[in-house]
């Protein structure tokens, strides 16, 4: 069975960090770009970072320089480094990964919360 399985979510205090990963198992073949969405209670579900195979990149405008996405492509593996957490992040953090054959999957969510 084709999943995402993401942890490392948690509750922290704001300025503090977080690292998210999300790991790929089953029959995902092939992918493309890893993504990670969030998204906060009474919000639409918003893209946060974004990797592709060829190691590029993309952010939001409102986690540029303190959110840093990666991956290893041997292990189908993506991660999110939170630096500088502000209360404003806290959400249900998704990851996404998309293959070349046009197939979309996502992880089951991984709540963060920033708060003191």
């Known amino acids: 069975q084709a999943q995402l399985e993401e942890s490392g979510g948690g509750l922290v205090q704001p300025g503090g960090s977080l690292r998210l990963s999300c790991a790929a198992s089953g029959s995902i073949f092939s992918i493309s770009r890893m993504a990670w969405y969030r998204q906060a209670p009474g919000k639409q579900r918003e893209l946060v970072a974004t990797i592709r195979i060829s190691g590029s990149t993309n952010y939001a405008d409102s986690v540029k320089g303190r959110f840093t996405i990666s991956r290893d492509n041997a292990q189908n593996t993506v991660y999110l480094q939170m630096n500088s957490l502000k209360p404003e992040d806290t959400a249900v953090y998704y990851c996404?990964?998309?293959?070349?054959?046009?197939?979309?999957?996502w992880g089951q969510g991984t709540q963060v919360t920033v708060s003191s």
């Open positions: 996404n990964a998309v293959t070349s054959l046009g197939q979309t999957f």
